[in-house]
């Protein structure tokens, strides 16, 4: 089991950026894959982008490809979701995710354990 922590989160205007962390602690962070979800109000939670546990697998929902980019640095135990050029829509809590798979998965069920997620409002 790893217990993640999200941070970065904000009130942005649309077109701006962000920059998320997730902090990850017990066991070793390399061991696992990792993605970003977000949920909406009155939405389901949805996939974002995933990384593969050494950061050589990379997957981007078609919604934020092109403008968000994922990465991880394994000597830090760190997720991070840079994301520009933000719209209204992309307004959501994002959450981090890990997962035991090699595969990157991109449904809620692939992934084991989740952070509380961390707030994104981007104004029009």
């Known amino acids: 089991q790893v217990q993640l922590v999200e941070s970065g989160g904000g009130l942005v205007q649309a077109g701006g950026s962000l920059r998320l962390s997730c902090a990850a602690s017990?066991?070793?962070?390399?061991?696992?894959?990792m993605g970003w979800f977000r949920q909406a109000p009155g939405k389901e939670r949805e996939f974002v982008a995933a990384?593969?546990?050494?950061?050589?697998?990379?997957g981007y929902a078609d919604s934020v490809k092109g403008r968000f980019t994922i990465s991880r640095d394994n000597a830090k135990n760190s997720l991070y979701l840079q994301m520009n050029r933000l719209k209204p829509e992309d307004t959501a809590v994002y959450f981090c995710a890990s997962s035991s798979s090699f595969w990157l998965g991109r449904s809620v069920a692939s992934y084991s354990d989740w952070g509380q997620g961390t707030q994104v409002t981007v104004s029009s």
């Open positions: 017990g066991r070793a962070f390399s061991d696992y894959s």
């Open positions: 990384i593969g546990k050494r950061g050589d697998m990379i």
